[in-house]
T-cell receptor, first 106, second 113 residues
Framework: KNEVEQSPQNLTAQEGEFITINCSYSVGISALHWLQQHPGGGIVSLFMLSSGKKKHGRLIATINIQEKHSSLHITASHPRDSAVYICAVESSRLTFGEGTQLTVNP | DGGITQSPKYLFRKEGQNVTLSCEQNLNHDAMYWYRQDPGQGLRLIYYSQIVNDFQKGDIAEGYSVSREKKESFPLTVTSAQKNPTAFYLC????????????FGPGTRLTVL
């Protein structure tokens, strides 16, 4: 079993829909990261959080340390949100999930 | 503009040849990392460097080598000993090794024919 599990692996939505991507992990962590990988391959950091909730524009990330679970929400999704979203947990180093491929259709 | 550059974007090599992937950063970051990405798998750490003239093996270092002679540069050599070198390679850096918000380069897709 991977230390970091994401679900779903693939997600297709219509423009405007509310989207949730989940991340579960099995190890003790100091922080959790959400990353976005564009179709060209480049990766950008969206959030780094160790408790509670963070919001940036239409993106919201939450973490429940006791349940070892985090969610990434996208409100009012748009085709430009189409990307791979990657969860990574931080202990001595970063351990990455396999990613969730999100496609938002117009 | 500050950032990380990797070159080339696409690289083709014949089996048995060594190939070096470039990674340069002008963020004045101490720590640099090399990852490999394969379809259906998370990023896996090949090598990392906490400071100039120092580097450590990651989880999948076999068949790879690195150097860190300058703070800005962390080239990765894929040797002929690497059994399955075809992959997408990503370089990253962070301010220091104990601060794990990493900034990623655009990646190099290596295809070995």
């Amino acid at each position: 079993k991977n230390e970091v599990e994401q679900s779903p692996q693939n997600l297709t939505a219509q423009e405007g829909e509310f989207i949730t991507i989940n991340c579960s992990y099995s190890v003790g962590i100091s922080a959790l990261h959400w990353l976005q990988q564009h179709p060209g391959g480049g990766i950008v950091s969206l959030f780094m959080l160790s408790s509670g909730k963070k919001k940036h524009g239409r993106l919201i990330a939450t973490i429940n340390i006791q349940e070892k679970h985090s969610s990434l929400h996208i409100t009012a999704s748009h085709p430009r949100d189409s990307a791979v979203y990657i969860c990574a947990v931080e202990s001595s180093r970063l351990t990455f999930g396999e990613g969730t491929q999100l496609t938002v259709n117009p | 503009d500050g950032g990380i550059t990797q070159s080339p974007k696409y690289l083709f090599r014949k089996e048995g040849q060594n190939v070096t992937l470039s990674c340069e950063q002008n963020l004045n970051h101490d720590a640099m990392y090399w990852y490999r990405q394969d379809p259906g798998q998370g990023l896996r750490l090949i090598y990392y460097s906490q400071i100039v003239n120092d580097f450590q093996k990651g989880d999948i270092a076999e068949g790879y080598s690195v150097s860190r002679e300058k703070k800005e540069s962390f080239p990765l050599t894929v040797t002929s000993a690497q059994k399955n070198p075809t992959a997408f390679y990503l370089c990253a850096s962070s301010i220091r090794s104990d601060y794990n918000e990493q900034f990623f380069g655009p990646g190099t897709r290596l295809t070995v024919l």
